[in-house]
């Protein structure tokens, strides 16, 4: 009998493993297949409308025009996220009639009435604002928008989200699109253009035909994790004001026994809502936007106090080695952590550089970075 249940615990002991890597492995196709359905829904939109959806995007009110961003709750003013329009492509109908349309919520025996497109999102994830803290659709899982090897799930973030629209090889204008600390009368159109090399950018709209390296040979959108509040390297972001021109400069924060982790604590200004994957509705850079500055699963860094500025948000994923890209023609590869990326040295291409950093340069940052530019004209002669 003893030997008997020796045997059969020598069997499970080598079952298991082989258990637990079929799950993951069925995990990893289903998140596969959650891209390509995105990348579907990104083409039927292409095709309806002759462009790609907005990234930063929604009403905003003529009080806005020619003026710094307003104060009021009434409208999101611009702030929803590129998957937002998708919703109806992605078999989302009746969620994308709760976002279009004015919205009655009752909760805790107070009714609220929000109008078309809803609250701004962060305030909804920060819980901070009475008006705002009851939007349905921010608290909305969408399982396309979700990977399931990621066990992120509910508060303190909302409706996660696993996938996010690729900004290029830089970070310059990351976070405010083609203006000035986001005043409305104060364009920066050439600075944002030089950074701005991606498939997406931020309050802009790109086509097809703008994305001249080749549809299959430029990434669309990428995977990344969703914050467990564990302080890991690529959820939790930490904060150096240098990081455009030395992208590797965080990683003295990380912990050397554990180097998945942060040794230092969040600046007191990184709330949860600056969290990675926070919210699919909200068009922030933490939350559905990447970079291919470093290579999958390195540090976030970002500029600014929190994810309001811009910072090296690479691709990310609970799978073994790498993570998921949707390549524009809507293919989904797996990128491995040791891809080629150049020189994490160097800083990123901006208006007025020189050198590697001069506009219109080739990506710094090898394969790795051209795969994320559009138009940069970088050959790609490899494998990947």
Known sequence: MLVVIAIIGVLVGLLLPAVQAAREAARRMSCSNNFKQIGLAIHNYHSAYRKMPKHGTGPISERAIGANWP?????????LSAQVALLPFVEQQALWEQVSNPLIVTSGGTTETYPAFGAIPWNVVAQTNIYTTDWTPCFTDVNTF??????G??????GRSNYGVCYGDAIDYMHLGPYTSW??????????KAAARGCFGLYTQTAFRDILDGLSNTICMGENNSDLGDEHITTSPRRNANVANKPN??????EVTRPQFWRTSPH???????????CWAGATMGWTMCNTI??????VCTVGHNTAGGGTYTVSSRHQGGAHVLMADGAVRFITDSIEAGNDDLGTVKYGGTGVRAPGSASP???WGALGTRAAKEVIDEEF
């Open 249 to 254: 400069n965080c990683n003295g924060q990380i």
């Open 268 to 278: 007191k200004n990184n709330f949860a809502e600056t969290k990675r994957g926070a």
């Open 153 to 158: 799930y509910g508060l303190p973030l909302a």
């Open 365 to 367: 940052y090898g394969l």
């Open 294 to 299: 470093l290579p999958p699963n390195r540090e």
């Open 71 to 79: 104060k009021e709750t009434e409208l999101q003013h611009e702030r």
């Open 183 to 192: 005043a409305r009368n104060t364009r920066a159109d050439a600075e944002y």
């Open 146 to 151: 979700r990977c399931p090897s990621d066990p």
